[in-house]
């Protein structure tokens, strides 16, 4: 099955060419890259976010396939969805699910259930795609996308990535794609981000959930992030770097009602 754009010309330019002209003005090409276990990036309108994810990406040595985790916005499918087969089309082209890695995490997963309709219309993975495309290097991915959010179902999840990818031969990466801080002004915002952050940093999945939860910070995609750190943890993580931070108000202007953004490597 191919699983079609949903939020080109919305989200990101609708054409390869609008496509191109956006990944040369986001990414910076010409840094050192390394090798890493996991890492966070945002979701939001390239002109937005965009520079921040294209700064994690651009520092990473690409895998031959990344586990990209986003929280379900839309409501629609099942609490936890995974695609095993099939691939997403975007204006730059297809690229496929990887079924080996897919079908091998849920069958891991106590929590992971096959469901198309919670992907359909859900954009924080789409958004990734076009961006990684951007680098010319082929690879594959198992798209997972969260609405439960208690944190044994983020646990659950993990686990069942991190022994999937301990028993694959291939170079794998697991993304959470998430948004930090939602309408409120830029020092709340700040204030707010650092306190999920610093969580992250720490490679702590138990203080993000719990600090998230009981702060009222309203990071859509921590449950995706919870689960990432799980993963990232299982496999031997030691560290963190905050690459890049930013908000809506650095193209806005407006400092009274925000949305962050976090982009984070894991090594």
Not at 1 to 16: D, E, K, L, N, W
Request: one cysteine or more; proline letters at 4%.
């Amino acid at each position: 099955m191919i699983r079609r754009a949903a939020v080109a010309g919305s989200f990101y330019g609708g054409t390869r060419e609008r496509l191109r002209a956006q990944a040369a003005d986001l990414i910076k090409w010409d840094v050192p890259k390394a090798r890493a276990v996991g890492a966070v990036v945002p979701h939001a309108g390239y002109i937005y976010s965009g520079k921040v994810a294209g700064a994690v990406y651009a520092r990473l040595a690409f895998p031959d396939v990344f586990v990209i985790l986003g929280p379900n916005h839309t409501g629609l499918g099942a609490g936890a969805a995974i695609m095993t087969y099939g691939a997403w089309e975007t204006p730059l082209g297809q690229v496929p699910i990887d079924t080996d890695l897919a079908r091998a995490i849920q069958r891991n997963s106590q929590t992971l259930e096959e469901d198309v309709l919670g992907h359909q219309r859900e954009h924080s993975i789409e958004v990734q795609l076009p961006l990684l495309q951007a680098f010319g290097v082929p690879f594959s991915f198992v798209p997972i996308c969260l609405f439960s959010s208690e944190y044994a179902a983020c646990r659950d999840v993990g686990l069942a990535i991190a022994e999937a990818v301990a028993r694959s031969d291939r170079g794998t990466l697991v993304v959470a794609s998430t948004d930090m801080s939602h309408y409120i002004d830029q020092a709340q915002a700040k204030v707010k981000d650092q306190r999920a952050i610093d969580a992250i940093l720490a490679v702590n999945p138990e203080h993000l959930h719990r600090v998230v939860r009981e702060e009222g910070i309203t990071m859509c995609g921590f449950h995706p992030t919870t689960a990432m750190l799980v993963a990232a943890r299982e496999l031997g993580a030691t560290s963190t770097e905050l690459v890049s931070y930013a908000t809506s108000a650095d193209v806005t202007k407006d400092y009274s009602s925000v949305v962050g953004y976090a982009g984070l490597i894991i090594r």
